[in-house]
């Protein structure tokens, strides 16, 4: 999932404020991605109907016909009956309803007010302290459907994207799945300078600027711009604030060796607050893996250790109170940085590795 449910909003409302000019396949997406959220849906659509009853303009239109019929007004009813209702009151009070109409909307009350079976809202988890937060997320296929103005505008929403790193990341993945040739103009540049200022990101070291696998020209022509942009890329000597690492045990291995085998990855980082450390061993912290097997993937983990076991065994300690996972980004190098933010959990397709695009069994990475 690519966001709450308050970012769901903020996007869904964007566009229902002009959607009588939307394609059925745009009001589609809106539907999908509201999801079990379908009182956002409901809530803009009541708004909508609102203004157009005061400005003597017609309620019911292809598109909205289109929206009533194709949403799980059940699963509102049964979530939000305050919205529920105040749908259909305003409908109910719309002059110049032709009878068809008010029999059509006299089923879909009916129908809509049979209890059924509706998944709740659930809050979404608060973050624990051990996991990165760039892992293990997907881009639902309606999102990546969207035009590339929305997807941006989706993006700099989501509460799931936490850095500029996984907004960028974001975008190979858009890009390859609607294989398009975008420029980025000094326009959207600014625009996406804007959206990283006003979420309060850093800048993107040079040296991990995500390089997508298979790499084809249209990639270069949308990043070309973005990174000889000092508000967004920091060039190598410039980025204290940020610090790049890598593995210090395993410098190589198969990428199916993540996978399948209990692995304690060990980093060496000091942070800058600790200029003088007395404590034994060297300052750094331990990644550690939780295997997937080929009949259950989605077992795989991988997560900041806080056992004490796993530093005294490999001579290295953790200052727990100032390295914490929420503020690491983990990707995969071979040769290049390679992002993984958006390819969910790995999976294994005829004995075969793959995360994402990734293939895992035949190439060595680093993380």
């Not at 809202?121 to 997907?138: A, D, G, M, R, T």
């Not at 990283?196 to 020209?217: D, E, H, L």
């Amino acid at each position: 999932k690519i966001s709450s449910a308050k970012a769901k909003s903020v996007f869904i409302n964007k566009y229902m404020e002009d959607y009588n000019n939307l394609s059925t396949n745009q009001l589609d997406v809106l539907i999908e991605l509201a999801g079990p959220d379908v009182h956002i849906v409901v809530q803009s659509l009541t708004s909508q109907f609102t203004k157009h009853v005061a400005m003597r303009l017609p309620v019911l239109t292809d598109n909205s016909r289109h929206l009533l019929n194709n949403s799980d007004l059940s699963c509102c009813f049964q979530i939000d009956r305050v919205a529920f209702d105040e749908l259909f009151e305003i409908l109910q009070g719309t002059e110049d309803i032709a009878n068809e109409d008010l029999k059509w909307l006299f089923t879909l009350y009916k129908k809509s007010t049979v209890m059924k079976s509706c998944s709740p809202i659930v809050p979404e988890p608060s973050l624990q302290s051990n996991k990165i937060p760039n892992l293990f997320h997907s881009l639902e296929a309606c999102i990546l459907k969207l035009p590339f103005d929305g997807f941006l505008g989706m993006l700099a929403d989501s509460l799931t994207v936490k850095n500029l790193m996984m907004f960028a990341e974001a975008i190979c993945v858009w890009l390859r799945e609607n294989i398009t040739t975008i420029e980025c103009t000094p326009d959207m540049l600014q625009k996406i300078i804007s959206i990283k200022q006003a979420r309060g990101w850093n800048a993107i070291p040079q040296q991990c600027f995500p390089t997508y696998v298979g790499s084809t020209s249209r990639f270069e022509t949308f990043f070309k711009t973005w990174r000889t942009c000092d508000d967004l890329v920091l060039s190598e000597d410039n980025h204290e604030h940020i610090q790049v690492l890598e593995c210090h045990n395993f410098k190589k291995f198969l990428g199916n060796q993540l996978i399948e085998e209990h692995l304690a990855l060990i980093f060496y980082f000091k942070h800058p607050e600790t200029a003088v450390c007395s404590r034994p061993g060297k300052c750094g912290f331990v990644l550690k893996t939780t295997p997937g097997t080929k009949q259950n993937p989605a077992l795989f983990d991988i997560q900041l250790s806080i056992d004490p076991n796993d530093y005294t065994d490999h001579e290295i300690h953790l200052h727990e109170d100032l390295v914490s996972a929420g503020n690491m980004h983990l990707m995969l190098k071979y040769y290049v940085t390679l992002p993984v933010s958006w390819y969910n959990k790995p999976m294994c397709l005829n004995g075969i590795w793959k995360w994402g695009p990734l293939d895992l069994n035949h190439y060595h990475y680093n993380i």
